[in-house]
């Protein structure tokens, strides 16, 4: 895809959005009862709480089973299986009480027991896949009265890691895991948990169907039944959405988004998503270890066309300091790298990287090297892979001369050392790829997990961008400090330091931070409230989507004109991707 | 008697650039009991002739114009109109030219490549042609007459459960002269039957189908490149040249004293076994484009005696002692026919 | 006594017959063993070789606990040198043991038990119905050649497959599925899946209705290219068959064209379309890998993709195990029946 083609269809699609009338039917009351439809991308695998793989899995479960706290929209923890929490002055001792009325799908009561068995097993088995780092902490588990847990940390970690943590840990029915092997069990029948939604039937990569869980102990969802149709095509699924089938999905393509927005039965929701996109200079090599170096190719990077044209304005320009805008541990005052051909010129003329030889356009380095460098992105996604011809385009006005190499995952994984293998080459130059899930909007320790040299990610082993310079060391120091302060006000001090350090000297050189997209049926389903089963995130919102009463609604003839010209477009243009 | 006469046949083949002439203008008869050689280069109109007879021309050939006069053809025709309709068996419906077909006129060809369906056993495709036309045979009596025909024609009788791709060429050419023999027609027409086989079996073959031609008193066309052959068992003699019929005549005036240029050469071509040795002589030049044919003679392109008149006139048929010849040498010595 | 005789000669000649046919068929079987055997032999090796085989997958993916890991590798006897774990494999093989798919947590072979059914079931009536009416359909346009019905079909037949298989499903989906529901058409089908939830329960007869209707598109599309594959080639062998000689001499019998068509050349042209028929069941099977993803069908294809994609390697080794073999079992019943229609192969 040629940026032109690109600009041009951000233009259609923009041109179609702006003159279509939104229609959103809000301030109507939930009425209860009826079947909420809403499909999974591909089929999910064992339903195991403890060895899950992907979030299909996840999302599943998520219906199924309760953690004893929650997080609200607001990223707050709220009590779901327990009624509260209380910890000592020295965070060490953290105690739960549990609800009395909470019920397993067979009928039997949730006891503290069930709490403890889970727990233990967590505590005592360190193989365990889909495990919190807070468990390697605890020294003892106890049950006090009869529904009472303490937990006793070595040590008295902040709040924020324990109730997160113990948010995203599924309390399971010790009558049930205590007879089978946990790393065997497929639970695939009738898997039994104490969520909001019982399970039904799984026809195997055709549906899910859940019912409410009458049961439920906190007010029970508004519908009766829920089904997850596994639908893998999404133009597909936008069909489906279109004719009344499914009422709610996400992330549509772009191109349907805005037919969407013509249709009068359909709202869109965005929200920007956990993931962002950056472009990793490989610091082994130079002058990618020069930060000046790295500055100036920001500077020369114009990333709000690049969130304009290719994300069709989904999303947003990525902070320098890695940290996603939205959240309370956001550092507005930070340098930032706004879009300029001068800057990026000026610091490359002062590094003396000019172009001396050939007057080909293409700057030398101190060596007398072409500035030329192979810019490595995964194949599998189209998108990537036009933006880094973006890029291409962009560094050659500023003299430097890139190369487009898309590679399989697996194989662009391997060479910048996602896999942590020792005998690893680190054998590219530049490198774009995303990082999703590192919870820096509402986590203090995000930047631990992202930066410090003593974390995974940051280690030797892994490294990604080859970070080496000392703000890489004062980074570290900084985020071990976090770990272990309970101060919110010098936490928040921290970070705003660790941030500013981040953006000036720019390990990663954040892209766009991605958009997400819901499309729901305003007609059956009113959307976006909150109902009383909160869940984690903003993406788990529709849960708790309430039904409405469907009002008349014709067929919308502009929308049927506009569907049919786009599916011709998107035919058209995924043969070529896939001629490509 | 005269059992069938071709009567300015005419048929051409309709291409993008332009019709072949494939036939034109082609008469001669065939009396009962006769066996009329057709000999001619490859694409000479041979072959075409006698599908034409057989009304097996497929698209894009068509039969222009001509007659082709079968005495019994008023067999095959429903008894009401008999009376106004003539023998010519160009004006017979489909339906009643499938009576004629494989009953009153066969065809054989070329056995010994895929003349007979691989698939199906030589009986059955023997009795195939019984069934069709006499269906009140009962099937045992059919059967029988499949072995008796076989044991005529000279194959065993239990290979009439084989395949074809059990025979030897030899007996596949026997098997096809058996079908053609089952249903007693008056005319049997042979398109090369022996062109595939050794010298040897052809003359075997040959030997058999000239003792039934005369023990069933048939009429034969034998379409042949091949002079030997004809000599081996023909009475009249037929030359074609691009589509028209150059010289005819009884064999043994054709073959001693060939009056068309084209036939002299012919004969000069071809080795004789038994007469003294002689250098063989080659045609020179290829056959005509049919679709452009050139004017006058057909021939005088590669004519050894060719003449003014012949480049601009075509010639007209000059009678010889038993027959015609088409060439201008004859004008004035000859009557016109 | 002609008819006893007949009798004789007619089982004498049976003998042989049978015995050509039998030492044919166990020729054939022989390849077909040594075929599958070869197949499964580069299976094997292909993902023990190649990056990111079994071993290493069990050795560094976090998701596989060290004792698992361990009595997996005992197990599949991945701590074995490779050949003495090809002879495991096939062992494992022998007792019907395709492995244990530890994505899914349960042996192979009831992962693919759930997902075949529904591919046979797309691809087996697609299959009858691609050699039905292609056969038939490209004996009318061969004997009808030139004809308007002729010109139309070489049109359409190079149209369509100048499509992509998706495009076509996707335009289907959209038509059918969408546009038939949005403007009321009397018909429409559904889009995705391969039943209603819940329609199980509503009686035999309307929940066969319920998968048939769902069949009803992804076996259109796939039906679509195979009838026109097929009667493409059927068109070709019966043009080239009606220039045999052999269709002349049943002319010049008096048979009427369609005896001759019929008895004569449809047996003849049908023999390479009946070889062709391994040719086609791969293709039937990479298309119905696109098509059921494109219409979310519940099959083998989509689950192979799916495991591809995880990198489940002994269910794609298993499900390749199954899919060699179904393919050469096809290709074997497809050269036992070429020697029933065959005599030249029977009597050999």
Redesign the interface.
Known sequence: MNKKLLTISAIVVGFILAFTPSLMVIGQDPIYGGTLNTPLGADAHALNPFTWGTTYEWYVMAHIYDSLVALDTERQPVPVLCSGWSHNETYEQWTFTLVDNAFWHDGTPVTIDDVYFTYDLLMNDDAIPRRSWLFDEITSLEIVGTDQIVITFGWGPKPADVLFDLATTWIVPEHIWDTIDLYTFANDVNPIGSGPFKFVEWARAQYFRLAAHTEYHLDGPYIDEKILPIISEVETAYYALSVGDIEVMANPPPELEAVADVDPNIAIHESLQDYWVYLGLNQRRYPNNIKEFRQAVMYGINRSEIVDIIRYGRGEVCPASCSLPYGAYYNPAVKQYDYNVATANSMLDALGFLDNVGDDGIREDANGTDLSFDLIVSADAQVSVDTCRFIQEYMLEIGIEVTVVPLIWDVLWQTVGGTGSVSNTYDYDWAFLGWVGFWSDFHPSWARWLFSANGWWGSDQVNIPGWNSTARWEVTALADEILYETDEAVIQTKLDALQVIVAEDLPYLPINILGGTFLYRTDEFKGWVLGPTTDPDNWMTWLAIQLIVAPEGGPGYLALSAIFTLVVTVGLVKYRRKKQ | MVLLEVKNLKTYFHTRSGSVKAVDNVSFKLGKGEVLGLAGESGCGKTTTCLSI?R?ID?PGEILEGEILYENAKDVMGKSDNAERTNNILDLTEVEM??????HI??I??GA?????????IGDQIM??LS??EPQVPK?EA??RVIDILEVVGIDS?RA???P??LSGGQKQRA?IA?ALINNPDIVIADEPVTALDVIVQSQVLKATKELQKKYNLSMIMITHDLSVIAEVCETLAIMYAGKMVEYGKLRTVFKEPSHPYTQLLIDAFPSIVGPKKELKDIGGNIPDLRNPPPGCNFHPRCPNVMDICRTEEPPNFATKDGFVACWLYEGKMERT | MFKSILCISGLTICGVTIMGLKSYIAKKLLFAAVAYFVAITLVFFLYHVLPGNPANVFALDPRVPPDVREALLIRWGLNEPLWKQYFIFLGNLLQGDLGYSFLHKKPVSEVIGVSIPWTLLLLGTSFILNAVIGILLGAIVAWRRGSKLDTGFVLTYNVYNALPLFFVGMLFIALFGFTARINNWPIWFPTYGAQTPGASETGFFSYLGDVLWHLFLPLLVLTISGVLGWSWFMRGNLISVLTEDYIKTARAKGLNENQVLFKHAFRNAILPVITNIGMSIGGLIGGAVLIETVFSYPGTGRMLYDALMRRDYPLVQGAFVIIAGLTLLGLLLAEIVYGFVDPRIRTE
């Not at chain 2, 499938?98 to 009953?103: D, L, P, Q, V």
């Open positions: 057989m097996m698209n499938r009576k004629i077909r494989g009953n066969a065809m060809f070329q490549m895929n003349a007979m369906n691989p698939v199906h056993r195939e042609v069709i036309h045992e059967w029988q239990s459960r084989d395949y791709h059990q096809l079908m």
